[in-house]
């Protein structure tokens, strides 16, 4: 099983916005679920967002409104879309992929105030 490889992270202000990818091996007709999670400094691991294989999504409170997990099959690619950033966003995000069982090696996300 190949990990599931995120992209997408970097330094933005407060307000703004960022998009991550997480791509996952095989084929999407095996879906299972894919989530984010994310670890800042200090801090455990905890989640951001999930993706089911029925399209359902489930978030963290401290995200809902601003968070949005999509995917596209034909791409077999995740994305959490983030906006109205915040500095205690700040964390490296990853991606869990439930169908492989493998997190991926994380991508940084760093708002500035």
């Known amino acids: 099983q190949v990990q599931p490889m995120e992209s997408g992270g970097g330094l933005v202000q407060a307000g703004g916005s960022l998009r991550l990818s997480c791509a996952v091996s095989?084929?999407?007709?095996?879906?299972?679920?894919v989530s984010w999670h994310r670890q800042a400094p200090g801090k455990q691991r905890e989640f951001v967002a999930r993706?089911?294989?029925?399209?359902?999504?489930t978030y963290a409170d401290s995200v809902k409104g601003r968070f949005t997990i999509s995917r596209d099959s034909a791409k077999n690619t995740v994305y959490l879309q983030m906006n109205g950033l915040k500095p205690e966003d700040t964390a490296v995000y990853y991606c869990?992929?439930?169908?492989?069982?493998?997190w991926g090696q994380g991508t940084q996300v760093t708002v500035s105030s």
């Open positions: 993706i089911f294989s029925g399209g359902s999504t």
């Open positions: 095989g084929s999407m007709s095996g879906f299972s679920a």
């Open positions: 869990y992929d439930s169908l492989s069982v493998s």
